[in-house]
C-alpha cells in the first residue's frame, strides 16, 4: 500500500476539529487524523506493506521549466536556492515534524526523493513493484498508474473515507471513458486548475475520452489535426493551437517510474515492547489518544 501522505494528512487537517490539541495548545489534529485514516486503510484493505511516500520536492524546478504555471498559485515565497515554499496553514505545517515520527512509531518507512514529488515516488515503486499495489490518494494524476494485468489499483480519497472508491481499469473507463494508458494524454488535454495546467482551450473532458477513443493517443490526435482529418475543422484548429503547450505537457503530468529507489522489504509486523512503549509514551506526551491506539492494533492485527 502507497500512500500519498500530503494527501492523507491535508484530508485529516480538514476532517479532524482543530480543538484537539496536545496538552500544552499544539495542534495535533492533522496528525491524530492520519493515524486514524491508516488504521481504517491497513484494517480494510490488508496491506502487508504500507509505505508513506513524501513529496521531498512539491513542485520540482524541472515541471516549472516546462510549465511556469505549474502549481503557481500555491507558491507563497520563491526560495532560490531550494524549493519553493506552499501554501500551508501554519498549524498543519507545525504537525509535520510530529506527523513524520508518528508514522516511524508504528513502523512504516518514509520515502522522498529529491527534486521529485510523492506522485514520483509512487510511481516508481508501483511500476517496480513485485507483489499486488494499493494507491491511496485524492489525486487524479495516478489515475495513470493502473493496471489491472500487473494487479495496480487505486483507492481515491476525494469522496471522503467513508466513501472510498476503487479504480481499476474498467472502473476509470467506466468514468473518463479511457485506460490508464491514455490517462496523461486525457490529463493532458483536459488540463487541472488545481496544479497550474491550462490545458487545450475549447477541449473538455468529452471531446479528450472521443479523440482518444479514435486516434489512440496525442501523437495521433497532433498528426490528424495537422492533416485535417478525423475530427471537425474547430477541434483541430484547437489541437493546432496549444502546439507549444502539448510539446511539455505530457512530461510535466506523466509521473516518474524509474527513480533511484527500491521498496523496503519489511512488511508491516506488531512493535516489540520497546516499540510498544515509546509509541504509547509519544501519544500521552502528544494526546494522540485513541487514534495512535487503533493504529498500533491494525498494524498489528495486518501482521498477524
Not at 510511481?123 to 513493484?129: E, S
Not at 485524492?138 to 498508474?145: A, K, M, P, T
Request: a negative charge.
Amino acid at each position: 500500500m502507497l500512500l500519498d501522505t500530503a494527501s492523507l494528512y491535508f484530508r485529516a487537517f480538514y476532517g479532524v476539529p482543530d480543538k484537539v490539541t496536545a496538552p500544552d495548545g499544539s495542534p495535533i489534529n492533522a496528525a491524530r487524523g492520519l493515524l486514524d485514516i491508516i488504521a481504517k486503510l491497513v484494517t480494510l484493505y490488508e496491506p502487508t506493506h504500507v509505505i508513506a511516500c513524501w513529496d521531498d520536492d512539491w513542485r520540482p524546478q524541472w515541471r516549472v521549466d516546462l510549465i511556469p504555471s505549474y502549481k503557481a498559485h500555491r507558491v507563497v515565497e520563491v526560495v532560490p536556492a531550494g524549493p519553493d515554499v506552499e501554501e500551508v496553514p501554519d498549524p498543519l505545517e507545525a504537525q509535520i515534524p510530529l506527523i513524520r515520527e508518528t508514522l516511524a512509531a508504528i513502523g512504516i518507512p518514509i520515502i522522498g526523493v529529491a527534486e521529485h514529488e510523492a506522485d514520483d515516488v509512487i510511481g516508481t515503486l508501483a511500476t517496480n513493484a513485485d507483489m499486488p499495489v494499493d494507491i491511496v490518494t485524492g489525486d487524479r494524476d495516478l489515475f495513470q498508474l493502473i493496471d489491472d494485468a500487473r494487479d495496480v489499483r487505486l483507492i481515491y480519497t476525494a469522496r471522503g473515507m467513508s466513501n472510498l472508491e476503487i479504480f481499476t481499469d474498467a472502473t476509470l473507463v467506466a468514468k473518463y471513458g479511457v485506460l490508464p494508458s491514455q490517462y496523461v494524454d486525457f490529463a493532458t488535454m483536459r488540463g487541472d486548475a488545481s496544479d497550474g495546467l491550462p490545458g487545450v482551450a475549447g477541449v473538455g473532458e468529452k471531446t479528450a475520452a472521443t479523440l482518444l477513443k479514435t486516434h489512440g493517443d496525442l501523437a495521433s490526435i497532433r498528426a490528424a489535426a495537422e492533416a485535417g482529418e478525423g475530427m471537425s475543422a474547430g477541434v483541430s484548429a484547437k489541437i493546432l493551437a496549444a502546439a507549444a503547450y502539448l510539446d511539455v505537457a505530457p512530461t510535466v503530468v506523466a509521473v516518474a517510474t524509474s527513480l533511484p529507489i527500491t521498496a523496503p522489504g519489511v512488511p508491516l509486523r506488531a512493535l516489540d515492547p520497546a516499540e510498544h512503549d515509546a509509541a504509547v509514551a509519544l501519544a500521552e506526551k502528544w494526546n494522540l489518544g485513541g487514534s495512535m491506539t487503533r493504529a498500533i492494533a491494525a498494524v498489528s492485527a495486518a501482521a498477524s
